[in-house]
């Protein structure tokens, strides 16, 4: 299997697909192992280059929402301003030279409004 939802299928899977989203839903996972992980299996043959990538996830109707800021968005606006209601993310991943498009990500942190981006991504 190539991903978590294809799991479900499986015959010995005897739950419906949303059955499988609830239990990610209500588990927990260990952000420090998983970190040390990704690191662990970080391609070895390629270069040290690294793209950082901050992507907003919109929750505009949320106001209960914590942490929800007001975030820049090139594709949506409000108020004729890009910037929208919701969440950044700053992913870090590792780049090779190949011509593909694959990344070996390495870290996530979701931005609260108090968070300085560019110090957040150095340390």
């Known amino acids: 299997m190539h991903s978590v939802p294809a799991l479900s299928l499986e015959p010995e ?22 970190r040390q992980l990704l690191v662990a299996h970080a391609p070895a043959d390629w270069p ?8 907003t ?3 505009c109707d949320e106001e209960c929402s914590p942490e929800r800021g007001f975030q820049y ?3 949506q606006h409000s108020a004729g301003q890009p ?15 190949a011509k593909d498009s694959w990344t070996a990500p390495l870290d996530v942190c979701r931005l609260s409004p108090q968070m300085d981006p560019t110090g957040t991504t150095i340390n």
């Open 13 to 34: 899977f005897r739950r419906s697909h949303g059955s499988l989203c609830e239990s990610l839903a209500e588990g927990q996972i260990d952000v420090d192992a998983l």
């Open 48 to 55: 040290l280059v690294f793209a950082v990538d901050a992507s």
């Open 57 to 59: 996830w919109a929750r």
């Open 73 to 75: 968005s090139a594709s």
């Open 83 to 97: 910037i929208v209601a919701g969440w950044s993310y700053q992913w870090i991943s590792q780049l090779c030279w």
